[in-house]
């Protein structure tokens, strides 16, 4: 059977029923005997400062929460401070507790009177010395035997949590929040560690596991350290299923929320994180330093890859938290607004967290109202049934761990991801993540085209997984060392998809260093030049990559449309004369693999265009995808600047997200302005058998003009600020 198209897709029961959300329609009242993971849509949180209990307003915040529609909250209960009334030994009470014993009790009771979820915040990071005395096989031992202090708190220490500090004292803790208070669930932040341990617990259970000792290095060839790998991510769910369990006991609608996740260097296995957790919430707050601005968005179908339509949430600050931990500071709105407008636009519930209940600077709430009384009168729009993409990129956390390793994660793993990524928003193109272990026929059959960056770990299974997948008729673009190792990180003698590539690989280039001063070679001979060269046809030469591999292209391969140059001297510049003007070493493999099609660079423009920025790495990477996918993106916006644009699918509607990052911080934050857009042109895809009956803007309220040409609508936005969301509704 062939892939289908995207619109095909859509109109399938399996599709739908891979996004399907528990609770499509408006919020349910309030009931402790029903699951409620899907309902909120706009959260608080209060990460409490150990003085709150008695200095913060609390009536003014169960009035704020009222004010911006607020259907959930998240509050601090204990860990670190017991902000209520604990009975557990070494679970200290806030200094401030004594005559605010009903600190707690109030504000759950003013919450479920405006029919709010509710959460508890744990945290078990750090103690005290009290507990260091009384238990020291709790705190973290460093590689030197020595107990580690807290960084930032004297007279506290970091807890080993793989031991009895978690599994029990923790469960103490968190059994006791459950069945004092009748809350929804228990939120742990910061509950996988402060690094490996070296303390008698974590050394004997290892040992135990493995009859190894710990290892004191990560490298990610070292099987004592892919070992401990294992072992660690099995403890860490062994912890989530005991707090879960407790939790469940005493409440069974209430769940353990871990906050865990993320991209391909997550620490846990998102696969199984998906398959646990019931909801779960994207913790990336703002940006730092140099941060593109779709990076929550990112998060957001990272999260999405494996949790699929389950609720998760965008928790963000209206303060510049990073690098100096500004944590009560207020910054630009303009800058907030684009960044929880991404999380929206890509799926995400907007979260708030405020550090201290106590307003020091109130400027922000100003924003987060804004934000959270339109999402709240636009809801129904955002009560997502499935995007609109036929492009996925896959992400490799057994890539991370066990090919690139902590040392060379950024270059092998995240930089050619953003590379790619970062190309694909500037076409307007939609596109969803993909999970390493999602490959099956079921999850790859909503896409025409998969993306491997760099994807070097794949396992014999998976390389069948995406032979199968083209043979279906969906197409691949790979880059560099994608499918030579296996899912260990062990290496191959030639590539697992030798045979989609049509090419073996020879060797590396690389000693230890990157390449300078390299070119290619655009060949017009090869059958291929056309689709590969558009709008690069008066290139003589394109400059080349920074890391390489030499292969060689099995027989009945075309001619290649790119050819290698060899790297030329860089200095003196006397010496910097070409030895070669073209060689017959491809560059890049396109072929026509049965009904599918299959592109292979052997190098890194994915990396190289993340760290350059050189736009014809972007126009050869785009006129790949292209060409591969072979069919219209089933979105298509036309326009000056840069935008990430998406589109979703509701019960009764369909919306086409654009949210306006042009903007000369949009690479380094923070934002200071918002700068308007000229017109942008838009065209959609329909799902066939729908009756568009009004279209209309979110943003800028009003009717939109509009086309319909057979299943295509085309209408044209004269100008975003920031944010516009146009609604398509069905008859």
């Not at 259907?71 to 070494?90: E, H, N, R």
């Not at 929040?177 to 932040?189: H, K, P, Q, S, T």
């Not at 179908?301 to 500004?326: C, D, Q």
Request: glycine share 8%; with cysteine.
């Amino acid at each position: 059977m062939g892939i289908m198209t995207r619109r095909d897709f859509l109109q399938t029961s399996a599709a739908l029923a891979a996004f399907a959300m528990t609770s499509p329609g408006g919020a349910a009242p309030f009931s402790s005997g029903a699951e409620w993971f899907d309902r909120p849509m706009r959260w608080a949180q209060l990460n409490l400062s150990e003085d709150d209990v008695a200095k913060m307003d609390r009536q003014y915040w169960l009035n704020y929460f009222l004010t911006i529609h607020a259907d959930a909250l998240c509050l601090s209960a204990g860990g670190v401070v017991a902000f209520y009334p604990t009975k557990i030994q070494y679970h200290h009470r806030s200094h401030w507790l004594e005559g605010h014993e009903d600190f707690w009790p109030v504000m759950l009771a003013g919450c479920r009177k405006q029919n709010m979820v509710v959460l508890a915040r744990t945290d078990p990071h750090a103690t005290y010395d009290d507990v260091a005395e009384a238990h020291p096989d709790w705190i973290s031992v460093g590689p030197d035997g020595k107990k580690r202090p807290h960084p930032d708190y004297p007279g506290m220490w970091l807890t080993c949590t793989l031991g009895p500090y978690n599994l029990d004292f923790m469960t103490e803790v968190t059994q006791e929040i459950v069945e004092l208070y009748d809350v929804d669930g228990v939120f742990a932040n910061r509950w996988t560690g402060n690094g490996m341990c070296y303390c008698d617990h974590c050394r004997q259970d290892f040992r135990a596991a493995y009859n190894q000792d710990l290892p004191r290095d990560h490298n990610p060839r070292n099987p004592v350290y892919r070992n401990y790998l294992a072992w660690e991510q099995g403890r860490r769910f062994e912890i989530w299923a005991k707090w879960d369990g407790v939790i469940r006991k005493a409440r069974p609608n209430a769940r353990y929320i871990a906050n865990s996740g993320g991209g391909a260097t997550s620490g846990l296995n998102m696969k199984k994180v998906g398959e646990l957790a019931p909801t779960l919430f994207a913790d990336r707050q703002c940006r730092e330093r140099v941060m593109v601005p779709w990076a929550n968005g990112k998060n957001a179908k990272e999260y999405r890859s494996t949790l699929g339509n389950k609720a998760i949430g965008g928790i963000f600050n209206v303060g510049i938290v990073s690098p100096y931990r500004w944590l009560n500071s207020t910054k630009s709105p303009a800058e907030t607004r684009l960044w929880v407008q991404d999380g929206m636009a890509n799926g995400l519930r907007p979260w708030f967290n405020m550090v201290s209940g106590q307003l020091h600077d109130r400027r922000g709430q100003k924003v987060i109202e804004d934000l959270y009384v339109w999402h709240y009168q636009n809801e129904k729009y955002f009560r997502n049934l499935a995007p609109v993409a036929g492009i996925g990129i896959v992400y490799s956390q057994q890539t991370a761990e066990f090919y690139a390793g902590a040392a060379d994660m950024h270059r092998l793993v995240e930089d050619p991801q953003l590379g790619i990524y970062q190309a694909l928003i500037e076409a307007r193109i939609p596109f969803e993540m993909v999970h390493e272990l999602n490959l099956d026929a079921a999850n790859l059959g909503r896409f025409k085209s998969l993306i491997l960056p760099n994807i070097a770990a794949l396992s014999d299974q998976q390389c069948e997984q995406l032979r199968a997948y083209v043979k279906g008729g969906g197409s691949l673009v790979a880059t560099y060392e994608t499918s030579l190792c296996d899912e260990q990180g062990n290496p191959r003698a030639d590539f697992g998809l030798a045979d989609l590539f049509g090419a073996s690989f020879v060797s590396r280039v690389n000693g230890k260093a990157p390449l300078q001063n390299t070119y290619l070679y655009p060949e017009k001979s090869s059958p291929y030049y056309a689709a590969l060269l558009k709008n690069l046809e008066d290139a003589d030469t394109i400059i080349g990559g920074t890391w390489q591999i030499n292969v060689k292209a099995h027989a009945g391969v075309q001619t290649p449309p790119l050819s290698r140059i060899p790297a030329v001297a860089n200095l003196p510049m006397e010496k910097t004369f070409w030895t070669v003007d073209k060689t017959d070493v491809p560059d890049v493999l396109m072929n026509q693999v049965g009904a599918g099609r299959v592109v292979y660079f052997p190098w890194d423009i994915d990396r190289v265009y993340w760290e350059v920025m050189a736009y014809d790495h972007a126009l050869l990477l785009l006129n790949a995808i292209a060409w591969a996918t072979n069919e219209p993106s089933p979105l298509r916006v036309e326009g000056q600047g840069m935008f990430d644009a998406t589109a979703w699918l509701q019960k009764d509607s369909m919306t086409v997200h654009l949210v306006n990052l042009t903007n000369p911080m949009a690479m380094r934050p923070q934002m200071h302005e918002l700068i308007a857009s000229p017109p942008q042109r838009v065209e959609v895809e329909i799902p066939k058998g729908k009756r568009v009956a009004k279209v209309h803007a979110l943003m800028k309220v009003g009717p939109v003009q509009h086309t319909l040409s057979g299943d295509t609508l085309k209408f044209q936005v004269p100008s975003v600020l920031d944010y516009e969301v146009i609604a398509i509704d069905f008859a």
